[in-house]
């Protein structure tokens, strides 16, 4: 039973920092890519970034130096760090695993005044 469960996501204002998490259990987390994605509404889920079982990183152009994505093997979970954010950056965030296309339930974050 895979299992995907993000927190972390929230109201911010802009210029604000947030981090979420992904905590996933029932698979041997340390072989696969992990990866986070978003929608807005009534747009297409889009690729934020990745970040593959060796720890090499690939990030959509609107985030590149301004979010990280990291792993801890050892703790199952993946992370992004989210900083500068912008109101462009409002969707619905979604933890994505390559074991089996694998998804979560999705965490709200909303950047606003």
């Known amino acids: 039973q895979v299992q995907l469960v993000e927190s972390g996501g929230g109201l911010v204002q802009p210029g604000g920092s947030l981090r979420l998490s992904c905590a996933a259990s029932g698979f041997t987390f340390r072989f696969y890519t992990m990866g986070w994605y978003r929608q807005a509404p009534g747009k297409q889920r889009e690729l934020v970034a990745t970040i593959t079982s060796g720890g090499s990183t690939n990030y959509v152009d609107s985030v590149k130096g301004r979010f990280t994505i990291s792993r801890d093997n050892a703790g199952n979970t993946v992370y992004l760090q989210m900083n500068s954010l912008k109101p462009e950056d409002t969707a619905v965030y979604y933890c994505?695993?390559?074991?089996?296309?694998?998804w979560g339930q999705g965490t709200q974050v909303t950047v606003s005044s």
């Open positions: 994505y695993s390559a074991y089996r296309d694998s």
